[in-house]
C-alpha cells in the first residue's frame, strides 16, 4: 500500500480552514469517523517513556475513582455478608487511607461475537443492577471495579460500555446494540478519511460493521456511533467524575518482513505473526494514550493526537495534528479484525494460525483426528469471511496483502531514544492486527503491569478456539504465563493444559495465585455449557435478543455457581478474593470464611518458585495434594421446570476431562429459569463427565 507520510501531508496542505484543538467532547470534530485537520498545540508534550510509570492523567483519574470503589464495595460487602467481617471498620480505612482501595480488573476475550456475549454474560453476572445478580450476592463488583480490558471480540462489548458509561446489559439490549447488520451509509463515511491520505484497511471496515450497532449511545439514538473517539471516553460523565471503570483496548502488531528482530513470515497471503514468550511488544489504547510498556516499544503517545504524522517524538508540521483518527470505531476494529489470521488458516486448511490454539509444549493425549476436526471447523467458520475479503479488496482497489491490518503513522518514527528500538523508529507506519494472535486471547497484560498493581483480575475466556468441540482447554491463558514469567512480570502459578483438564479448571471458576502474595489473585471463567450451549461460531453475522438473553444466562450460571447452589459459600469466596490483597495492606485480618483451603477444588494453591511446564508428560503428578480423587463421583448440573426435564441431548465432540477420549456430554437444553444442582453417582467410565 503506497501510504507515507509526505502523502498524507500532500493531502492536509488542501484541507482549510483548521479546526481548533482540544477534548472537550466524546466526539470527533467532524461528528463522524472522517479525521479532521488541526493546529498542534505550543509547548505540548506528546510522547513519554513508560519508565515514567502511570501517566498523570491516568494518576489524576484514579484519584477519582477510588472513593467511588470504597462506596460500591460497601453496598457490595454489605449484600455478601460475609460471616465474621466487619463491613464498617474496612470502609473506614478505605476511605481514611485510598492506598488500601482494591484494584479490581476484568479482561474480555477474543472470540469474535462468542467473546463479546460472553464478556456481557459475566458483566451482567457481576452487575448490581441486574436483580439475579444481586440476589446471588455476586452483583456489585462491576460497580467495583477500576479496569476492563479487551482484545478481539470482547473489544466489541468494552467499546460500548466505555462510550456509554458502562450501562446495564438490559438498556444495550432494548437499545438494539446487538443487531449486527450495517448500512451503505455508514461505509461511506471511510472515504472521508480515504480523501486525507489514509489506507483504509479491514480495520476500518469491521471496526464500523461492528460498532455502527454495537457501540450506539443508550442515550440518544440520532448521535453517530461513529463519531465516537476513544479520546472522549475522557469526559464521558461517568468517568470524568470516576464513577465508572477504565476500558482499554489492546492490539498486538505485525513487523514487517525482512526487519531485524521480525517475528514474521512474509507469504503471498500477508505477514503473518508468530507468539513470542517474551519480547512481543502488546499495545495498548486507554482513553489517555497508545502505546507499549514493554518489547519493541517502551513509550505512550497522548491518544487525543492518534493519527497525526509525527518524526523525533513532534508533528512533522508544527500546523497539521489530527483530530478523530482514535475513532472508537476504528481503534476496535484494529484489535479486532484477524483478517491476516483468518486468510492464512483458511488458505492453509488451518495448518498456519494453529499457535494461537496449542502451544508446542501441549502434548495433550487428543484423539488422533482432532487436528483434523480441528481444520473443518476453522475452515467452515472462516470461509464466508475469507469470501467477504475478496469483496472488500475489490472495493477498495486494493492488493490483499495490503488491507489487512489497521494501519496507524508510527507516532515513533524517528525517535532516538532508548524507549523506541531502533528498528520501529525506522517503521513510517504500524501495522496493527487482533490482539489474540500471538497466542494469548486474553487482554491480560494491560492489567499485569507493575505500574497499575492490580490486586484481583476476573478473566472471562470465551474464546473457543482450542478444541474442535468449541470448548476451552486453557492453552491461551497458560500462554500468558509462559510470556509473564519470561518476561519478569507478576503473574500466578498456572499449570500446564492437560492439568488444567484432568482438575476441570475449564468447566468451573478457579482462582490463582491464593497463596502467592506478590501478584495478582485471578479468578479463571471459562466458557461452559450450564444452562445452554455456547460453542456458537465467534463469526455470527446475525444474532436475536432472545439468544442474548440465553447465552448471557448461561453466563449467570457460570459466574453464581447456579445461585451458590453448586457451592453454597460460593459468592462469598469471589468477595474474599477480591479483598485479600487489600485486607494483607491494611493489616486487618482476614475472616475465618475467607482463609485458602488447599482441598477446595476451586481453589489452586499455585505454590512459588515451582515450574510446572514440563509436566504435561506425567500430569496426574503435578499438584497431586488437589487432585479429584479417582472414586470420587461426578456432578452433573441439570436444568428442569415445573413439568420436568425438557430434552436431553448429547453435546458431541467434547473431551472427556477425566480420560481425555471422546466421549458425548448429555446437557439438558431448555429455556427454564429454574435450576437445579443434582449429584449423579454414576460410574466414571459412564459418558456423562463431572463438571
Not at 474480555?108 to 460472553?118: D, I, P, Q, T, V
Not at 471447523?377 to 464466508?384: D, E, F, K, N, T
Not at 444474532?543 to 447465552?551: A, C, D, F, G
Not at 489452586?604 to 463421583?633: C, G, K, L, W, Y
Request: charged content about 10%.
Amino acid at each position: 500500500m503506497a501510504f507515507t507520510i509526505s502523502s498524507v501531508l500532500l493531502a492536509f496542505a488542501a484541507a482549510l480552514p483548521l479546526a481548533s484543538a482540544t477534548v472537550t467532547s466524546q466526539f470527533s470534530l467532524s461528528g463522524n469517523y472522517t479525521p479532521t485537520v488541526i493546529p498542534c498545540p505550543a509547548n505540548q508534550t506528546y510522547i513519554r517513556p513508560a519508565s515514567s510509570g502511570l501517566s498523570a492523567s491516568e494518576q489524576s483519574w484514579l484519584s477519582l475513582r477510588r472513593p467511588n470503589v470504597a462506596n460500591a464495595l460497601e453496598a457490595y460487602l454489605n449484600n455478601v455478608a460475609i460471616p465474621g467481617f466487619n463491613v464498617s471498620a474496612y470502609i473506614s480505612a478505605l476511605k481514611a487511607n485510598n492506598s488500601l482501595v482494591p484494584i479490581i480488573g476484568m479482561t474480555m476475550s477474543g472470540g469474535g461475537n462468542r467473546a463479546e456475549l460472553g464478556a456481557y454474560g459475566v458483566y451482567q453476572a457481576l452487575d448490581a443492577r441486574y436483580p439475579p445478580a444481586w440476589s446471588s450476592q455476586t452483583g456489585g463488583l462491576v460497580q467495583a471495579m477500576t479496569y476492563t480490558t479487551s482484545l478481539s471480540g470482547g473489544t466489541i462489548a468494552n467499546t460500548a460500555l466505555g462510550v456509554n458509561g458502562y450501562p446495564d446489559l438490559q438498556t444495550l439490549i432494548a437499545n438494539n446494540n446487538f443487531n449486527f447488520s450495517i448500512s451503505p451509509e455508514a461505509l461511506e463515511q471511510v472515504a472521508g478519511k480515504a480523501e486525507l491520505g489514509y489506507p483504509i484497511t479491514v480495520s476500518d471496515i469491521y471496526g464500523i460493521s461492528s460498532t455502527f450497532y454495537g457501540a450506539r449511545s443508550v442515550f440518544d439514538q440520532s448521535i453517530d456511533a461513529l463519531g465516537f473517539t476513544w479520546s472522549g471516553v475522557q469526559v464521558q460523565p461517568s468517568f470524568a467524575n470516576g464513577s465508572t471503570p477504565m476500558p482499554i483496548l489492546m492490539t498486538d502488531e505485525v513487523i514487517p518482513y525482512g526487519l531485524q528482530g521480525s517475528l514474521s513470515w512474509d507469504t503471498i497471503n500477508g505477514t503473518i505473526l508468530y507468539p513470542s514468550n517474551a519480547s512481543q511488544t502488546y499495545y495498548e489504547l486507554t482513553p489517555f494514550e497508545f502505546g507499549s510498556w514493554r518489547g519493541r516499544v517502551k513509550a505512550f503517545l497522548d491518544i487525543e493526537y492518534f493519527g497525526t504524522p509525527m518524526s523525533g517524538g513532534l508533528p512533522i508540521n508544527a500546523s497539521v495534528c489530527i483530530n478523530g483518527y482514535d475513532s472508537a470505531a476504528f481503534c476496535a476494529g484494529a484489535g479486532f479484525a484477524a483478517a491476516n489470521l483468518w486468510l492464512a488458516e483458511s488458505t492453509t486448511d488451518g495448518v498456519l494460525g494453529q499457535f494461537a490454539k496449542r502451544s508446542k509444549r501441549s502434548k495433550i493425549p487428543y484423539p488422533p483426528n482432532e487436528d483434523k476436526l480441528e481444520q473443518e471447523r476453522v475452515r467452515a467458520q472462516l470461509l464466508p469471511n475469507v469470501k467477504e475479503l475478496g469483496g472488500i479488496e475489490e472495493l477498495l482497489k486494493e492488493n490483499l496483502t495490503t488491507i489487512l491490518y489497521g494501519y496507524t503513522p508510527n507516532p515513533f518514527y524517528g525517535m532516538n531514544t532508548s524507549a523506541i528500538d531502533p528498528v520501529a523508529a525506522s517503521q513510517e507506519e504500524l501495522l496493527l492486527v487482533d490482539g489474540s494472535e500471538t497466542g494469548q486471547v486474553n487482554p491480560l497484560w494491560p492489567v499485569i503491569q507493575p505500574e497499575r498493581a492490580l490486586d484481583f483480575i476476573v478473566v472471562s475466556d470465551a474464546c473457543g478456539s482450542e478444541l474442535s468441540s468449541g470448548w476451552m482447554n486453557g492453552t491461551n491463558f497458560h500462554n500468558t504465563y509462559i510470556s509473564a514469567k519470561a518476561t519478569g512480570l507478576p503473574f500466578p502459578t498456572i499449570p500446564p493444559v492437560v492439568t488444567m483438564l484432568n482438575l476441570n479448571h475449564t468447566s468451573r471458576p478457579v482462582f490463582y495465585g491464593c497463596n502467592e502474595p506478590d501478584v495478582p489473585l485471578i479468578l479463571f471463567l471459562a466458557d461452559f455449557p450450564y444452562t445452554a450451549y455456547t460453542n456458537i461460531s465467534g463469526l455470527q453475522s446475525t444474532i436475536t435478543n432472545n439468544q442474548v438473553e440465553l447465552l448471557t444466562l448461561n453466563s449467570l450460571s457460570l459466574v453464581t455457581q447456579a445461585n451458590n447452589t453448586l457451592r453454597s459459600d460460593w459468592s462469598t469466596c469471589i468477595a474474599c478474593g477480591a479483598l485479600q490483597r487489600s485486607l494483607k495492606r491494611s493489616g486487618m485480618a482476614e475472616p475465618e470464611s475467607c482463609r485458602s483451603r488447599d482441598d477446595a477444588p476451586e481453589l489452586f494453591p499455585s505454590p512459588p518458585n515451582t515450574d510446572h511446564t514440563e509436566d504435561e508428560a506425567n500430569p496426574s503428578s503435578v499438584f497431586s495434594a488437589v487432585q479429584r480423587p479417582a472414586n470420587a463421583p461426578p456432578v452433573m448440573l441439570i436444568v428442569i421446570n415445573a413439568l420436568g426435564i425438557l430434552n436431553l441431548k448429547p453435546q458431541h465432540n467434547q473431551i472427556d476431562l477425566q480420560s481425555c477420549t471422546r466421549h458425548p456430554i448429555f446437557m439438558v437444553h431448555t429455556n427454564s429459569s429454574v435450576l437445579l444442582a443434582l449429584t449423579a453417582f454414576l460410574p466414571l467410565s459412564s459418558a456423562i463427565v463431572a463438571f
